[in-house]
């Protein structure tokens, strides 16, 4: 498999996520969005499926997304389960099964989309509903603070001198964002993307002990899952793969180092099938209060998460985008 050059960016998540949120209205508002659930009260007994282990993007993200809907009073008493597996279609599978069932949400993202492709399964994001697209955040590449690589390129030195044995690791599944931006790097610094000695963990949770532990020689993952061990000082970032650079990470950016090749991911939330159009209201109006807040704009500021808030029909729109931008890309990788 060997990606011609011309095809990069083609194949980076810019095109399969951040060049659709140019695209596509930033916010899918409701017209209760103010009041969401405070008209017939909270939300309660409301459950969140984290479908990776604690400590992964989708779950530092959903119980940010919790704690706030629980301070502002649109819900009470959320209760955050994780359920990991599969690179999160075992929580998908699971989140299927809760047909009509309004207090069941899942916390999801392209991973999600990917997963459902490499893993052969039957539950697709198609099958759910869509709630709201929250976030987006660029990607990083992370060494621990004993590594003798201290720049993007002395890596890259000793990476292309034996890809094979040179142990690389990120927190999803092939197809998942950790997994297609190490071999998109490979490609972007002319490395053969089939010789790439991949490991894949099961979100930030367990890959965060592994790259510490010297296990790999980098890891490839969302800057704000690592962004505690960033500051302090135990882990090492060579360069994040936005457009600019991010505030919060003195590192530059792939296309400061030389390397052509921007990376975006993001992370939103479904629901259970077969909900009524005012079941499907009462969540859409319930994370839109919770977006709208001073609360969640703080917790923005905290991780530098990008604001890409989309809902209804809107967020719908851009999954079926998504489900057949990421189908193109595996097929290409030759992974499907």
Same mark, same amino acid.
């Given at each position: 498999?060997?990606?011609?050059?011309?095809?990069?960016?083609?194949?980076?998540?810019?095109?399969?996520?951040?060049?659709?949120?140019?695209?596509?209205?930033?916010?899918?508002?409701?017209?209760?969005?103010?009041?969401?659930?405070?008209?017939?009260?909270?939300?309660?007994?409301?459950? $969140?499926?984290?479908?990776?282990?604690?400590?992964?993007?989708?779950?530092?993200?959903?119980?940010?997304?919790?704690?706030?809907?629980?301070?502002?009073?649109?819900?009470?008493?959320?209760?955050?389960?994780?359920?990991?597996?599969?690179?999160?279609?075992?929580?998908?599978?699971?989140?299927?099964?809760?047909?009509?069932?309004?207090?069941?949400?899942?916390?999801?993202?392209?991973?999600?989309?990917?997963?459902?492709?490499?893993?052969?399964?039957?539950?697709?994001?198609?099958?759910?509903?869509?709630?709201?697209?929250?976030?987006?955040?660029?990607?990083?590449?992370?060494?621990?603070?004993?590594?003798?690589?201290?720049?993007?390129?002395?890596?890259?030195?000793?990476?292309?001198?034996?890809?094979?044995?040179?142990?690389?690791?990120?927190?999803?599944?092939?197809?998942?964002?950790?997994?297609?931006?190490?071999?998109?790097?490979?490609?972007?610094?002319?490395?053969?993307?089939?010789?790439?000695?991949?490991?894949?963990?099961?979100?930030?949770?367990?890959?965060?002990?592994?790259?510490?532990?010297?296990?790999?020689?980098?890891?490839?993952?969302?800057?704000?899952?690592?962004?505690?061990?960033?500051?302090?000082?135990?882990?090492?970032? $060579?360069?994040?793969?936005?457009?600019?650079?991010?505030?919060?990470?003195?590192?530059?950016?792939?296309?400061?180092?030389?390397?052509?090749?921007?990376?975006?991911?993001?992370?939103?939330? $479904?629901?259970?099938?077969?909900?009524?159009?005012?079941?499907?209201?009462?969540?859409?109006?319930?994370?839109?209060?919770?977006?709208?807040?001073?609360?969640?704009?703080?917790?923005?500021?905290?991780?530098?998460?990008?604001?890409?808030?989309?809902?209804?029909?809107?967020?719908?729109?851009?999954?079926?985008?998504?489900?057949?931008?990421?189908?193109?890309?595996?097929?290409? $990788?030759?992974?499907?």
């Amino acid at each position: 498999m060997r990606i011609p050059t011309a095809k990069r960016r083609l194949l980076g998540t810019t095109l399969l996520a951040s060049t659709l949120v140019l695209a596509l209205s930033a916010c899918g508002v409701t017209s209760a969005a103010n009041t969401a659930a405070t008209d017939n009260g909270p939300l309660e007994n409301l459950q $969140l499926m984290v479908p990776n282990a604690p400590g992964s993007g989708y779950d530092v993200t959903g119980r940010a997304a919790v704690k706030v809907m629980d301070e502002i009073g649109v819900a009470s008493g959320t209760d955050v389960t994780n359920l990991a597996g599969a690179g999160g279609t075992v929580g998908l599978a699971r989140t299927l099964t809760e047909t009509g069932n309004a207090n069941f949400m899942l916390m999801m993202g392209l991973g999600v989309v990917g997963a459902a492709y490499t893993n052969e399964g039957d539950a697709k994001v198609a099958d759910a509903t869509p709630i709201a697209r929250l976030i987006e955040e660029a990607g990083a590449i992370f060494v621990p603070a004993s590594s003798p690589y201290l720049t993007l390129d002395d890596m890259v030195t000793a990476w292309k001198a034996d890809p094979a044995g040179f142990a690389v690791g990120g927190g999803s599944s092939p197809g998942g964002p950790d997994h297609l931006l190490p071999m998109q790097l490979a490609e972007a610094v002319g490395i053969d993307p089939t010789s790439v000695n991949f490991i894949s963990y099961d979100g930030g949770g367990e890959l965060l002990p592994a790259v510490l532990g010297g296990k790999l020689e980098f890891a490839a993952s969302g800057y704000g899952e690592f962004l505690e061990q960033v500051k302090s000082g135990d882990l090492r970032v $060579l360069a994040v793969t936005s457009e600019d650079r991010v505030p919060v990470i003195d590192a530059p950016t792939l296309t400061e180092e030389g390397v052509d090749l921007v990376f975006t991911n993001w992370r939103g939330i $479904l629901a259970a099938p077969g909900l009524t159009d005012a079941e499907t209201a009462r969540l859409v109006d319930a994370v839109t209060a919770m977006h709208d807040s001073a609360e969640w704009r703080d917790v923005l500021e905290t991780n530098a998460w990008t604001d890409s808030f989309l809902t209804g029909d809107e967020f719908a729109t851009f999954l079926h985008e998504q489900d057949t931008r990421v189908a193109t890309v595996l097929n290409r $990788l030759g992974l499907i």
